[in-house]
């Protein structure tokens, strides 16, 4: 479903690498967790994945180059931080996520279809008691639900996530990754998230790659994974750490 070969990017200003020769593969209905430090190229890949930032190396979605197509009606985007911008109320503001399915972008007027929809998503991430509520007015978490609707409202092909449990608490976080991998085995889809939380991104992904100083240390599937290499990506001994929180509990 998308392949990554040899993708490198560095900003002009400095020609500093920030990822350097990544590759990787996703097949339909699988889920990657990108993890790493801070400063490793999460977010730059995801803005790579999506065309946003001019790369060296390819990328391939169903086998055509991204660099060759309208990747707005493939993919969907959810970065970390969305602002707001104007006083839309919920319902309008996922509503947006359908722009990409209008026949006429400019004309366009949503369909019954496009409002029931819009409706389901809502359904889905429980917020559809907040439909007439403006967006400004909501707190993090449940803009955060609005944000994961609207990307759902496009219904793409492959979704990619910086950081889509911010804000969330814990059971608002378990729903959302029981929602995630429900989405992604329907049709032939797959998700690309970037998390900081170990134990969400284990739960979640089938895949992992792990990047430090923008080179990838680890791509493969999550029972492949060695957990003892945090210690050399975090520069601690994370499992256990892990250990001595669980033990402070019982």
């Known amino acids: 479903m998308i392949e990554v070969n040899n993708l490198s990017f560095s900003y002009n ?16 209905n699988e889920r990657l967790c990108i993890i790493g430090p801070n400063g490793s190229g999460k977010t730059t890949l995801l803005k790579c994945l999506c065309n946003i930032l001019d790369f060296q190396g390819s990328v391939f979605i169903n086998n055509k180059n991204i660099k060759d197509i309208e990747v707005y009606k493939s993919v969907s985007f959810l970065s970390q931080s969305s602002e707001i911008y104007f006083d839309y109320n919920v319902f309008d503001t996922v509503m947006l996520g359908r722009y990409a399915n209008f026949k006429d ?8 279809e496009d409002k029931e929809f819009i ?12 439909k007439d509520k403006l967006i400004n007015r909501l707190s993090g978490g449940e803009l955060q639900k609005v944000f ?5 409202a496009q ?5 990619l996530m910086d950081e889509p449990t911010n804000h969330l608490d814990l059971n608002s976080q378990i729903e959302l990754i029981y929602n995630l991998k429900e989405w992604v085995n329907k049709d032939f889809r797959c998700i690309i998230a970037v998390m900081h939380d170990i134990n969400n ?12 100083d923008g080179n990838s240390k680890f791509f493969g599937y ?8 945090f210690n050399d990506i975090y520069a601690i ?14």
Request: a positive charge.
């Open 13 to 28: 200003y400095n020609n500093k690498k920030i990822l350097k020769n990544i590759s990787f593969k996703l097949f339909e």
């Open 105 to 112: 972008k400019l004309l366009s007027i949503p369909s019954k």
């Open 119 to 130: 409706f389901e998503c809502l359904e889905k991430l429980n917020i559809i008691h907040l």
């Open 148 to 152: 994961l609707a609207r990307a759902f």
């Open 155 to 159: 219904n793409p092909k492959i979704i």
């Open 201 to 212: 991104a284990l739960n979640f992904a089938d895949k992992i790659l792990v990047l430090k």
């Open 222 to 229: 999550t029972s492949d994974f060695d957990l003892q290499l």
């Open 237 to 250: 001994n994370v499992v256990e750490y892990i250990k001595k929180s669980l033990i402070k509990l019982v």
